[in-house]
Every structure is written in C-alpha cells, then in structure tokens.
Antibody
Framework: QVQLEESGPGLVRSSGTLSLTCVVS?????????WNWVRQPPGKGLEWIGE???????NDNPSFKSRATISVDKSKNQFSLTLSSVTAADTAVYYC?????????????????WGPGILVTASS | DIQMTQSPSSLSASVGDRVTITCRSS??????LNWYQQKPGKAPNLLIY???NLQSGVPSRFSGSGSGTEFTLTIASLQPEDSATYYC????????FGQGTRVEI
C-alpha cells in the first residue's frame, strides 16, 4: 500500500521560509507518477501548489508567484516543498499527494494517495 | 486559469435520499474531472476520476457524470457516513478545485 507522510516545522516566522518533506513508502518515486503538494487554510478549500516528476520536471501554480519550489530526492524516496516569504495567509494544512495518470480508456489525472497532512502556522 | 464552481455550497438531506452535487468549469475540460470526499481532520479521499470512473474501494452508491463544462456527483442513497465535504477538481490544465459542498445528514 502506498503511503505518504509529511514532516517539518509546525511554526514558521512571517517573512521566513517554510520547508516540508514528504516521505513515500510502498511505491518508488522513480516510477510513472507525479508528486504533488496541496494546502488547505483552516476552514477553507483546497489549493494546489505544484508537482514534480522524478526527473526534476515541475509544474507550479502561478498564484504562488515563484515563492514555491518543489524538489525530489530519489535516493531517499522523498520530495520536498519550500515556500519563501511566508505570511499569515500561508497558514494551512499542507498535504503531499501522488498524481496518477488514468487508463487509456479514460484519459484523466488524479490524486489517489494522500499524506495525513501537517498544520503549518506562519506567525510573527 | 480554469475556475471551478460547485453548487450548492451546502445541503442537508436524510438517510436514503438521492443527492446531487454540480460542478461547472469556466472552460471545457473534456472529462478531466475528479471528485473527492473529505471528512473533518482527514485528507481528501478520491471517489471518482475521469468524470465517471469509480475509484477502487468506493461504494457503488457514488457515481459521476458529465463532460465539457458541467459535471455531477450523485449519491444514490445517502448513508450516515457520507456526511462530509465534497470537492471537484479539474486536471485538464494545471489543477484547480471547486470551493466544496458540505453535505449534512
């Protein structure tokens, strides 16, 4: 069974940098999946941050204005998120997820496995 | 950006009711539409992918339909454990979620 788990500081100073890691087990990060970060501010909806393929190719949500960087470490089967210049608006539960390309009969792309999430509070 | 709009924002229904949630996209997304269920304090769980394909392990009372710009998630016979927030997500270009629909029993 594929499992993902986020780790990192639960508190980040405003104007500082948020750094999170997602360890993947039960699947090789070197496979055909994409690896994503999604966040959810308290009481609000889901927001996609970006994704990475094992070769380092990334797709990012332009709304983060290049503040978000996603990297991959194949030797540790994990990937990471850094978010710079954080403000209170970046306070959220951050999830890592696996992105899977659907079967030929149904072109699709979806998140089939999620980590439990980690609450990160940005505060001065 | 492709905007996703869900309706209603919330609903209350009884056990055994048929429930339908609608998701509309700001432009055509073919069938690149997924549905997730999220319970309080938990990560979202994939229900439907590719607009109408039931994810393995998901009860058959859940179904999805639609293509282009209009999609629906239907719960055929609402159960107590279906109390949750439901999100649609487009994966046609980048990825965006709807604002969510809260379902209360």
């Amino acid at each position: 069974q594929v499992q993902l788990e986020e780790s990192g500081p639960g508190l980040v100073r405003s104007s500082g940098t948020l750094s999170l890691t997602c360890v993947v087990s039960g699947a090789s990060i070197d496979g055909s999946s994409w690896w994503n970060w999604v966040r959810q501010p308290p009481g609000k909806g889901l927001e996609w941050i970006g994704e990475i393929y094992h070769n380092g190719y990334t797709n990012d949500n332009p709304s983060f204005k290049s503040r978000a960087t996603i990297s991959v470490d194949k030797s540790k089967n994990q990937f990471s998120l850094t978010l710079s210049s954080v403000t209170a608006a970046d306070t959220a539960v951050y999830y890592c997820t696996r992105g899977t390309i659907g079967p030929r009969f149904s072109p699709s792309y979806y998140f089939d496995f999620w980590g439990p999430g980690i609450l990160v509070t940005a505060s001065s | 950006d492709i905007q996703m709009t869900q309706s209603p924002s919330s609903l209350s229904a009884s056990v055994g009711d048929r429930v339908t949630i609608t998701c509309r996209s700001s432009q055509s997304i073919d069938k690149y539409l997924n549905w997730y269920q999220q319970k309080p304090g938990k990560a979202p769980n994939l229900l439907i992918y590719g607009a109408s394909n039931l994810q393995s392990g998901v009860p058959s009372r859940f179904s999805g339909s639609g293509s282009g710009t209009e999609f629906t998630l239907t719960i055929a016979s609402l159960q107590p454990e279906d109390s949750a927030t439901y999100y649609c997500q487009q994966s046609y270009y980048m990825l965006t979620f709807g604002q969510g629909t809260r379902v209360e029993i």
